[in-house]
């Protein structure tokens, strides 16, 4: 039963053309580093939420220049600590319909080279580079859409941490 899944997924591969294998390769980066967010967000961020919250608790005093500069670090740190590739996986969602467009152009000059050796009336030989520009084309708008959603999301709740710490680092006390 595997075996005939994998030989699907590789005809489909090899119908994509070698941009299909890169767009393969994007995605698997792009989702693995969506994991690891939402696997920090889920089990991490609560730690480090609860040590730099205890950090600044500590304090004996919070309203003079030197605490208010100390507030500012711990939130910078956390910031850092929350946004932790999210500008990667922003970047690597951008890449996805780029490579998209690769796969168009080079199947089309697929396309192009048929027409060219055959005077352009074999329509069996172009179907194959039409094949090729549109299934990479497909690929990209889908893993790009997908990303875009997920980084959604992680966009989201690293706001809402930040905000929550922000509110917990307070002065009044």
Request: charged share 20%.
């Amino acid at each position: 039963m595997s075996g005939g899944i994998v030989e699907t997924i590789l005809a489909f591969m090899d119908k994509g053309g070698d941009v299909l294998w890169l767009i393969a390769i994007l995605v698997f980066v792009m989702w693995t580093l969506i994991f690891e967010r939402l696997w920090y967000f889920k089990l991490a961020w609560r730690k480090d939420a609860f040590r730099i919250i205890n950090t600044w608790e500590e304090r004996s005093e919070r309203k003079s220049w030197n605490a208010k500069q100390i507030r500012s670090k711990l939130l910078s740190e956390s910031r850092e600590l929350i946004n932790n590739n999210l500008p990667v996986i922003t970047t690597l969602v951008a890449l996805c319909p780029l490579l998209g467009l690769l796969g168009t152009v080079t199947g089309m000059i697929e396309v192009f080279n048929v027409m060219a050796v055959t005077g352009g009336g074999d329509a069996k030989s172009m179907a194959g580079g039409v094949e090729r520009a549109t299934i990479p084309t497909m690929a990209g708008m889908v893993a790009a859409l997908s990303g875009l959603f997920a980084n959604t999301y992680l966009t989201r709740i690293a706001n809402r941490e930040q905000e929550f710490l922000q509110d917990q680092l307070t002065s009044d006390h």
